[in-house]
């Protein structure tokens, strides 16, 4: 019995020296690699530096540029979950389209930008010292057609883009001279923006303005000069006064404001001619919007951002929508345009179109 304690101890000795060699071979194996996201970032910076390269961006240092890679990143985060829980569809169509869904949302050239400092550069409604003129009631009785688009009739020329000039105003109220002038005279000028923007005292230039003093300086001076004649130059420079007095591509004589907060007002007004709008621009929806009817989130009562009515339909059975020309370039929206919901419940209409719109006279 003696005999078999060394024996036992032995073994023991052995099972143990045995377990810590076996212990510190496992232990120098390697530890399986936790998930990287390294090839995710890769990616995704490969996707940054071909958008820098399709828009032409340059950042002045590369502190910059990786404040706007994560700014990017996270508007492209945005975009895809946005996807992710909407059904995506076919785009809605260039011209009159027949069926529209609900928007969707893509990547554009304002994609380095957050919601605030997008709103700051590229939208343009100053609302101070605005005071909307009475309105001009048009007949309830007036013939008004289920669908309207001025770009079937030739009235409306092809997107601009105001670069960082709070400017809307002044092209919102160019493309609706351009369309009355097509209309009345059967001629498509593309009209100057510029002369308003360095000319118009009512407004402030590139730090905003407004649509219905833009229509007022025109009128007061009888017309307006073409865009080759005055091209845009996106910062506000010295008044033109020879080309602003003389030299007119287009006349108008006045300008009419719709009834406020009515659509039935807004759409007989369209029905006519192209009408300038003020909406509310600010959300990130907005500044991705990619196609299909918009319907929001938006702020009906806060205003900021001017565009051009130029047309609607009322499809028996389908969505109801405005076709609105924006000056953000055919890179944005549906070939630079917009299609808003028509005749919501709120008086107000779709991001507040409704609240102030004008148009020119002859």
Request: glycine residues 10%; contains cysteine.
């Amino acid at each position: 019995m003696a005999s078999s304690k060394p024996l036992l101890l032995g073994l023991l000795l052995f099972i143990t020296c045995l377990l810590q060699v076996l212990l510190a071979a496992a232990n120098t194996q390697p530890p399986p690699p936790p998930p990287s996201c390294d090839k995710s970032d890769k990616e995704l910076r490969f996707m940054f530096s071909q958008w820098m390269a399709k828009y032409a961006k340059h950042y002045s240092c590369p502190e910059e540029q990786e404040k706007r890679y994560q700014v990017w990143k996270g508007n492209t985060n945005f975009i895809g979950a946005f996807r992710s829980q909407t059904q995506l569809s076919s785009g809605v169509g260039a011209f009159a389209p027949q069926t529209i869904t609900d928007s969707v949302v893509g990547m554009n050239r304002f994609g380095d930008l957050t919601s605030t400092e997008f709103v700051q550069q590229f939208t343009g409604f100053n609302a101070s010292g605005f005071h909307s003129p009475p309105p001009t009631p048009i007949s309830p009785h007036s013939w008004q057609p289920c669908c309207v688009d001025w770009r079937s009739s030739g009235a409306v020329t092809g997107v601009k883009f105001q670069g960082n000039c709070a400017s809307c105003w002044a092209f919102a109220s160019a493309a609706a001279i351009e369309g009355l002038h097509k209309i009345k005279t059967g001629e498509l000028v593309s009209l100057s923006e510029q002369v308003m923007v360095d000319c118009d005292t009512g407004s402030f230039g590139c730090s905003g303005g407004h649509s219905d003093t833009a229509l007022n300086l025109v009128a007061s001076r009888g017309g307006i000069t073409s865009e080759e004649k005055y091209p845009y130059t996106g910062v506000q420079g010295s008044c033109d006064v020879g080309k602003l007095l003389f030299d007119h591509s287009a006349s108008v004589s006045g300008f009419a404001a719709v009834p406020p907060n009515d659509e039935r007002q807004l759409a007989l007004a369209v029905a006519r001619q192209p009408v300038t709008v003020y909406i509310d621009a600010s959300a990130q929806e907005f500044q991705f919007y990619k196609g299909g009817v918009y319907k929001g989130p938006c702020n009906p009562g806060s205003v900021n951002h001017a565009v051009t009515i130029v047309g609607y339909c009322e499809n028996f059975g389908g969505e109801k929508y405005w076709i609105a020309k924006n000056s953000w370039s055919n890179d944005w929206g549906e070939q630079g345009y917009v299609y808003l919901a028509k005749d919501v419940w709120w008086p107000q209409g779709t991001c507040g179109l409704a609240t102030s719109p004008f148009y020119p006279t002859v």
